[in-house]
């Protein structure tokens, strides 16, 4: 049973460009959830969705940021215009059941030059 | 607005030694994880503590739960090298159950010295 899914592993964008980060669940699991890593700290919060749904996106950012999750594929963090602020770790989760235990990716490294 | 606070932010030891990495939340939640990321890499799931007094156990690393106090510990006993690493711990902010996002504390460096 594979795990949950990121890619891609590294990411380098310009100033300005947008930036898709992609995530996979584990098999079975309709919950996704998004976090952002910034060096030497937690992990914060940004979205949580479930399929063709936003359940909660109280830490994204009001601009520039949107995520989705579609019926079929995986589900889409996506950066517009990004700015070396955006530079982080993006970590995805996924659960399934009662106890909503999340699992989470490998993460995709965002570097913005 | 759920705050989590962990201490120490950076802890180093020697091996064969036992400390304790403490956890307080400021608001009530019935749902407490600890995490463990080694540099680089990403989240491994250590405990998932439930209900209050909860304890739960994996070789030489212990974790609790006290909903009142709003605080976990997590134990290590005769500390080892392999051990070193970043270890959160994370709520969820709603009580009663509901797949939400988590709340991570900043996370404690761990190193383990021979």
């Known amino acids: 049973n594979a795990g949950v899914m990121q890619n891609p592993r590294h990411l380098v964008r310009r100033r300005g460009q947008e930036a898709r980060l992609r995530c996979s669940p584990m098999?079975?699991?309709?919950?996704v959830y998004w976090y952002r890593q910034l060096p030497e700290e937690g992990l914060k919060f940004m979205v949580y969705?479930?399929?063709?749904?936003?359940?909660?996106e109280s830490g994204m950012p009001k601009e520039r940021f949107s995520a989705e999750f579609p019926k079929e594929g995986p589900s889409i963090l996506r950066i517009q215009q990004v700015v070396r602020g955006d530079s982080a770790a993006y970590f995805c989760?996924?659960?399934?059941?009662?106890?909503?235990?999340?699992?989470f990716g490998p993460g995709t490294r965002l570097t913005v030059t | 607005e759920l705050k989590v606070e962990q201490n120490p932010l950076f802890l180093s030891m020697q091996e064969g030694k036992n400390y304790t990495i403490y956890c307080n939340y400021s608001?009530?939640?019935?749902?407490l994880y600890w995490y463990r990321q080694d540099p680089g890499k990403s989240l491994e799931s250590l405990f998932v503590?439930?209900?209050?007094?909860a304890v739960k156990q994996e070789g030489r690393l212990m974790a609790s739960l006290d909903t009142k106090a709003r605080l976990s510990t997590l134990h290590i006993t005769a500390a080892v090298h392999d051990l070193s690493a970043t270890y959160f711990c994370?709520?969820?902010?709603?009580?009663?159950?509901?797949?939400?996002?988590?709340?991570f504390g900043k996370g404690t460096h761990l190193i383990i010295q021979p």
């Open positions: 989760a996924s659960s399934y059941g009662q106890v909503r235990e999340q699992y």
């Open positions: 503590l439930l209900s209050n007094g």
């Open positions: 994370a709520v969820s902010p709603y009580s009663g159950g509901g797949a939400d996002g988590l709340t």
């Open positions: 969705l479930q399929k063709e749904n936003i359940i909660d």
């Open positions: 608001t009530t939640s019935d749902r």
């Open positions: 098999k079975g699991h309709s919950h």
